[in-house]
């Protein structure tokens, strides 16, 4: 049979890996591979989806103004600058589309998101991936791999899966180097983890060319209800929402959104109990030999002395019920992604690495 061919570059699309959910023999799999919440999703959310739900006749509004009211608030932010999608994903997704086609070039890293490349492809631009710094988007890199052609960078801050952090002189170090005519994405998929990060919110406002990206599946505890959304300049935001489907968010999505950012408490319990898990995960890996740097986010990077030992590694969380995430795919065959869980989760991958590591150890 002929294939009609599709446009330029959609075949060389490397379909996106998503974390495993389940384990055969393995009833109560803990699932720390995808960078959920290991608490869920605020009550509110929840009660506000439930209700929504009652409508599902009418069409729901198409402007989302009050979920970009609600962000807005929270957050301190201008609602008119705000635009909303299905997941952050779609977010991107609308930039990539309107900023850039066949024969530009998007920069993304060496450990970035592996949905920048996609969206890069997916537009026909070509995919430009540069090295990091031990594990650290490199800034000097970045602004070395600048084109005449160069339409976006795309940057996760913090990062996935690595969790490192670039701070605000060495954003506006990147920004001041860019030219004028590129975008930068600044996806904030993680602020929330970050004690009083604004996510790029202030680079936003004093740069035409910059775009904070943010999520409500990460903290928010929302990833199955599939909303985030964007901020930027009102040029900018005109542009994406010419892109954007007017449906394209359902009622009950836009309610639990809404009544989860305004449920401060529950997202700062939240942060809270990620900081000090993710704490005591980090310093009883390195305890135990397993190197593992510094993490912003809501998982760390445990790296191990080979691929093999990291598969090993895997081997036995899996062996117990637990899910992490292999992410030799992101250029790290050493390493496993392990999202902070909740104090019994923590203590049970330490437990399986406690005894792996015992062991390995040479008699
Ligand atoms: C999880 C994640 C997102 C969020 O994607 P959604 O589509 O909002 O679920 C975005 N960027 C990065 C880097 C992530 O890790």
Not at 5 to 20: H, K, N, R, T
Not at 136 to 161: C, H, Q, S
Not at 195 to 206: E, M, N, P, S, T
């Amino acid at each position: 049979m002929t294939q009609i061919p599709p446009q330029p570059g959609i075949m060389d699309i490397a379909l996106y890996v998503s974390g495993e959910s389940k384990l055969a023999g393995h009833e109560q799999v803990l699932k720390l591979s995808s960078n959920e919440n290991p608490l869920g999703c605020s009550d509110k959310a929840r009660t506000a989806f439930t209700q929504a739900g009652q409508d599902l006749h009418r069409y729901p509004s198409t402007d989302h103004a009050p979920l970009r009211q609600a962000i807005a608030q929270v957050h301190g932010l201008d609602p008119d600058r705000i635009i909303c999608g299905v997941g952050s994903d779609e977010v991107l997704q609308f930039i990539a589309q309107a900023y850039a086609g066949v024969g530009d070039e998007v920069i993304t890293t060496e450990h970035g998101f592996s949905m920048y490349p996609i969206l890069a492809r997916m537009v026909g631009a070509t995919p430009i991936t540069v090295a990091e710094a031990d594990r650290k988007i490199d800034i000097d890199a970045i602004l070395g791999a600048v084109t005449e052609l160069t339409r976006i960078v795309f940057i996760a801050n913090p990062a996935n899966p690595t969790g490192t952090f670039l701070n605000e002189s060495e954003l506006d170090r990147l920004i001041s180097g860019l030219p004028k005519d590129v975008i930068l994405v600044h996806d904030g998929a993680y602020t929330e983890f970050v004690d009083g990060f604004d996510g790029g919110a202030a680079l936003v406002d004093r740069h035409p060319n910059v775009i904070m990206t943010r999520t409500f599946s990460k903290i928010y505890g929302l990833g199955g209800l599939r909303i985030g959304w964007g901020y930027g300049q009102r040029p900018v935001i005109d542009v994406l929402n010419r892109v954007r489907q007017p449906f394209n968010l359902s009622q009950p999505q836009m309610a639990a959104a809404s009544a989860a950012v305004q449920d401060t408490a529950f997202t700062a319990h939240c942060a809270d109990l990620n900081s000090r898990m993710r704490e005591w995960l980090r310093a009883s890996l390195v305890q135990m030999g397993i190197e593992c740097d510094e993490s912003h986010a809501n998982f760390v990077l445990a790296r191990f002395a080979s691929p093999t030992d990291a598969a090993d590694a895997d081997a036995a969380l899996r062996a117990d019920g637990i899910l992490v995430r292999r992410v030799g795919g992101y250029g790290l065959p050493c390493a496993l992604r392990i999202t902070v869980g909740d104090e019994d989760g923590c203590r049970r991958v330490i437990d399986t690495l406690g005894r792996f590591m015992q062991e390995r150890r040479p008699a």
